[in-house]
């Protein structure tokens, strides 16, 4: 009977994508990327997902090792398993990242129903609600249980958030502004940065001119210059917050931990999301090894994998598009689905031909 409820949902008797499938796939393509890239692909199977990168949407200047990338498909993953718990499904993850770029990374099954837990019905309330917000923030400190609840989201995908105390901030902003200022001066990443902001009608992917944020009055907070490949645009100058909320999210530094890293992120966020509280991200400098070493903490081995700004807003963060589900769904007929039309043509999906890569466990994985 569960059994049957589930293919239900997850694919009709046509061999389509079913009402929980949809929903959950609408969910995972509003996770964060970099660069709004939005890196994923899906293989629909018959009572499961498989989730993959997307290679040619790889940022090869700031992003050579693919490890954002993988930051970004664990944000997705983390987004897909909290909706289908949110659905009264059961979500079953295997995570395979040593197939890298050669086949999928992960799946995601929908187990057994179940009740939902309050914590998945509010995380995924805020999945459609959270935008990167880079904007200024107003000059009140994070409560206590604010920031408990940031750093236990972070513990519970099995990453640590460490806020940085007033001292360590400033040493790391230094290296940010140091890192910033390297990216700015090398072409290579300018171009890179113009091909994801260059605003295009039509386009669904990469960060639109109202996502682009403000300009800092000072040099108080040290935003990525999103805005430099576009610099004829005008963009408001902002007085931003004097005692910024910076914390430094920690794995260590395998393939399958970046994977991980990108679930904790997206955790974090949408429990801030839930708390009233903006986030921007600020990676420059953990894109030069040499600095990301620096941020990471020897003591333990744990490795930097994001530098995150919290407060509250003063206005609320622009969304970015996003490529629809339609488009990143591969359906083999093989696990007996029918391809995905163009919800605006109605013209079966691109990528509805292509088979899923094979998918074999690694030993141990
Ligand atoms: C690994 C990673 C690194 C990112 N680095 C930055 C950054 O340095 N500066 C920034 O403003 N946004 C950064 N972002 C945020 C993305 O630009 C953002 O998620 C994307 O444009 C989609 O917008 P949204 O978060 O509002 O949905 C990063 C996101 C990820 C996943």
């Not at 050669?102 to 995380?123: D, H």
């Amino acid at each position: 009977m569960a059994r049957r409820r589930s293919t239900i949902e997850w694919m009709d008797a046509d061999g389509k994508p079913g009402r929980v499938l949809q929903a959950s796939l609408t969910a995972a393509t509003a996770a964060p990327s970099v660069h709004n890239t939005q890196p994923w692909l899906f293989d629909l199977r018959h009572d499961s997902i498989d989730v993959s990168l997307d290679p040619d949407r790889q940022l090869t200047v700031i992003d050579l090792s693919g490890r954002e990338q993988m930051i970004s498909i664990g944000a997705a993953m983390f987004n897909l398993r909290v909706s289908v718990l949110a659905h009264g499904w059961l979500p079953v993850q295997s995570l395979w990242p040593a197939f890298g770029q050669y086949g999928p990374l992960g799946r995601i099954a929908p187990s057994r129903p179940v009740a939902v837990p309050r914590t998945a019905r509010t995380l995924a309330w805020a999945i459609p609600r959270r935008h990167s917000n880079r904007g200024a923030f107003k000059d009140i400190d994070l409560p206590d249980d604010v920031l408990t609840d940031l750093v236990q989201a972070a513990r519970a995908e099995g990453a640590v958030l460490r806020f940085a105390e007033p001292e360590a901030r400033n040493g790391l902003f230094s290296l940010i502004h140091a890192a910033e200022q390297r990216w700015n001066d090398d072409p290579a990443y300018r171009e890179e940065l113009s091909r994801w902001t260059q605003p295009v009608p039509g386009r669904r992917d990469g960060i639109p001119p109202e996502a682009l944020g403000v300009r800092s009055a000072g040099d108080a907070v040290p935003l990525r210059d999103l805005g430099l490949a576009t610099p004829n645009r005008p963009r408001r100058v902002a007085r931003f917050e004097p005692s910024p909320a910076v914390a430094v999210l920690y794995t260590g530094d395998t393939p399958r931990d970046w994977l991980r890293a990108g679930q904790a992120l997206q955790r974090v966020l949408l429990t801030a999301t839930v708390r009233g509280v903006a986030a921007t991200l600020m990676t420059q400098p953990l894109e030069i090894p040499r600095l990301r070493e620096l941020i990471s903490d020897p003591r333990t081995g744990r490795a930097a994998q994001a530098i995150i700004r919290f407060g509250y807003p003063r206005l609320p963060g622009a969304p970015s598009p996003r490529r629809p589900w339609q488009e990143v769904l591969r359906v083999s007929t093989e696990h007996g689905g029918v391809p995905p039309a163009d919800p605006a043509t109605g013209a079966p999906s691109p990528l509805a031909q292509s088979p899923p890569a094979p998918l074999t466990p690694t030993p141990g994985a």
